[in-house]
């Protein structure tokens, strides 16, 4: 295969992913569904405090004349214990439990993917450093790492998604480094190599841009599992702390009212679901396009 | 041909040598990181480790006790001895060492697990293969859209969604608990091994025993809810890539009864990816139990590290990890040994 050949190649392959993955999702009703959930709810949670009817009940703000409502028409979803409108709280309970695992998968990749090109285009001792310090944190189950280190760093929201990232990064530094490891063979990595590229160039310019579609898949098939430990993590009163809305932490306070109250813990309860299967819908697609679990 | 079988019997011998020897590197380095969470991060660990009410003098005393003013490496060296000889500090909240609290509580959830197992893959597998066989059928459709609604449902919700359907609706099995109130006076249990099936089992105390599973259906089936996606997944995948491949055609072609053809030929080796999904999936049961232990108020591990988190007990935090890690790795090494048992190619690779 001629030089001209391989380029050419490598530019369709490059220019298909993106167009590809579009193609795919507007031609297949579940995954069009799923993406306009994901993108309505990620509106909503942006625009909380606009789209809310009490952004102040949301918020926390207790209005005790109110206890208790069944869902009617001025409650869509009721109201807790205080008083306070659930749909509001619903609504602001979208930024901790969908915007910041988001973050949580953001810094993740952030943290792991440079090591992973590290370890996999440098080889050698510095592999096998990386690689055995991901074995560690892989070793542990992902939430029993994170309950440790909130334990370590205090409760509330900042620590949960600190946990998080802690014990998630190590994926995205396996996944990467087998990218790069196939990488590395290719012709404009051995050219850039040819005319005296630094290794640092090569990683930044040459190798990263290079990883982003299989990240950006695994991150997609990965944020419904973070949702829901983000979530388990304020069920547990771990996370996100009282008077905030969280959808986990609602879920825990209506848990005592289920018999009765059905609403206070149906309602955030079922918008976790729905975010969270529209995520996995969305990642089952991709990952059905290109699998970025070959590289592992 | 008999040096050929000692040949594959050595290569899976020294397989399983290997993965022992990793995993005792791997747990070395849990209890570093344990360490870490448990020392050196906290910025006053000694008053963590007393509690709430921490009174300067006790600091003081704890810090000598714990070596704190001692250098990092001598302090960790104290540490691993004490956890190699089983200690691991005294819980906070109840006053007693916290391997007994562990152990004590272990039975409870393994009782669970093992029964959420047992449905996981009693319903994931055979889900599976029928999907696979009518694949881009109704039956195929059904299985993958609970599949995906299985992974994607919240246990700490499911739970409730159960407990309201089958508790207060229809009124099937009970809302909580490992047992009924009233059965410790009418039906006592005698305690042999501390799983209540068992025990109600083997001294023919068979109130007990059906009041004991009863009590462990809608636990375990929340439990299971996620394996059970995750297997019959797994195993559709599996089954497909089998079923294209020459030897069932052959099979097929030879006349042999689908039944046989699907359940002997390909299940068997559609099973290995299987076996891999199905440890994955135990570890992550386990983390389930926390959810499954609160909302049905279960006196197992679980519960008791969601009541040691609240209530700060620190001993009993770092011991949970470690116990946990423990396990996990030991469940990891003994699914790959079982998957080079089954399938030679794994120990060559």
Do not use: C
């Not at chain 1, 530019?11 to 579009?22: A, D, E, I, K, M």
């Not at chain 1, 997609?220 to 979530?231: E, K, N, P, R, S």
């Not at chain 2, 104290?78 to 906070?92: C, K, N, P, T, V």
């Not at chain 2, 079923?243 to 030929?265: K, M, N, S």
């Amino acid at each position: 295969m001629s030089a001209v050949q391989v380029a050419e190649i490598e530019t369709t392959q490059n220019t298909r992913t993106f167009r590809h993955v579009l193609n795919v999702i507007v031609r297949d009703p579940l995954s069009l569904v799923s993406t306009i959930v994901l993108v309505l709810f990620i509106l909503i949670a942006i625009f909380a405090y606009q789209v809310a009817p009490s952004p102040e009940e949301g918020a926390g703000k207790t209005n005790v004349s109110n206890t208790m409502l069944a869902p009617s028409v001025e409650h869509l979803f009721g109201t807790d214990r205080l008083g306070r409108d659930m749909l509001s709280r619903v609504i602001m309970g979208a930024r901790p439990a969908l915007i910041i695992p988001i973050g949580v998968v953001a810094f993740a990749i952030l943290l792991g993917a440079p090591l992973g090109a590290i370890a996999g285009y440098k080889g050698g001792w510095i592999d096998e450093v990386i690689m055995r310090i991901t074995d560690l944190f892989l070793a542990f189950p992902s939430l029993l790492l994170a309950m440790a280190i909130v334990m370590a760093l205090g409760r509330g929201l900042q620590s949960a998604a600190v946990a998080l990232v802690i014990s998630w990064w190590p994926w995205y530094t396996r996944l990467v480094r087998g990218v790069t490891i196939s990488l590395r063979q290719r012709y404009f990595v051995e050219a850039a190599q040819a005319i005296g590229v630094s290794d640092w160039v090569i990683i930044l310019r040459h190798i990263l841009p290079n990883t982003i579609s299989p990240i950006l898949v695994q991150a997609t098939v990965d944020m419904g599992t973070v949702i829901l430990a983000m979530g388990g993590l304020a069920f547990l009163g771990l996370g996100t702390q009282p008077p905030n809305p969280d959808w986990g932490l609602m879920v825990s306070d209506g848990r005592t009212y289920i018999l009765n109250q059905w609403w206070i813990a149906t309602f955030p309860g079922m918008a976790i679901f729905i975010v969270v299967l529209a995520f996995n819908m969305l990642g089952d697609t991709l990952r059905d396009i290109f699998d970025p679990r070959q590289y592992r | 041909m008999y040096s050929v079988v000692n040949f594959q019997t050595m290569r899976k011998l020294e397989f399983a040598l290997r993965r022992l020897l990793s995993s005792i590197f791997v747990l070395i380095g849990v209890s570093i990181i344990a360490f870490f969470l448990a020392r050196v991060v906290p910025s006053n660990a000694a008053a963590l480790y007393i509690g709430p009410k921490a009174r300067p003098e006790d600091i003081a005393r704890v810090e000598k006790q714990l070596g704190l003013d001692k250098p990092l490496p001598v302090q960790y060296a104290i540490y691993m001895r004490e956890l190699l000889h089983g200690d691991l500090g005294i819980s906070i909240g109840s006053k007693r060492p916290v391997l007994q609290e562990l152990t004590g509580r272990l039975p409870a959830t393994l009782e669970l697990l093992a029964t959420a197992m047992i449905f996981a893959i009693l319903l994931g597998v055979p889900l599976g293969v029928l999907s696979a066989r009518a694949q881009g059928k109704w039956p195929d459709m059904f299985v993958r859209t609970a599949s995906i609604v299985g992974v994607s449902m919240p246990a700490f919700y499911l739970g409730l969604l159960l407990q309201i359907l089958f508790f207060r609706n229809l009124d099937l099995f009970p809302l909580a608990g490992r047992v009924s109130n009233d059965l410790r006076f009418t039906n006592p249990v005698e305690q042999i091994t501390n799983f209540i099936l068992l025990d109600s089992f083997l001294t023919g105390n068979w109130v007990a025993f059906k009041d004991a599973a009863l009590h462990l259906v809608l636990p375990s089936l929340t439990l299971a809810a996620y394996p059970i996606g995750l297997i019959a997944r797994m195993t559709r995948a599996a089954m497909l890539e089998v079923l294209e491949q020459d030897y069932i055609r052959t099979a097929r072609a030879y006349g042999i009864r689908d039944q046989v053809v699907t359940y002997l030929y390909a299940l068997k080796n559609a099973i290995s990816p299987t076996l891999t999904v199905i440890g994955l999936t135990v570890a992550f049961a386990l983390t389930g139990t926390f959810y499954v232990e609160v909302i049905f108020n279960w006196p197992g591990l679980g519960l008791f590290t969601v009541r040691s988190l609240l209530n700060l007990d620190y001993p009993a935090i770092m011991g949970i990890t470690l116990f946990g890690a423990t396990g996990y790795v030991l469940i990891n090494l003994i699914v790959d040994v079982l998957q080079a048992w089954i399938d030679p190619r794994v120990s060559l690779r």
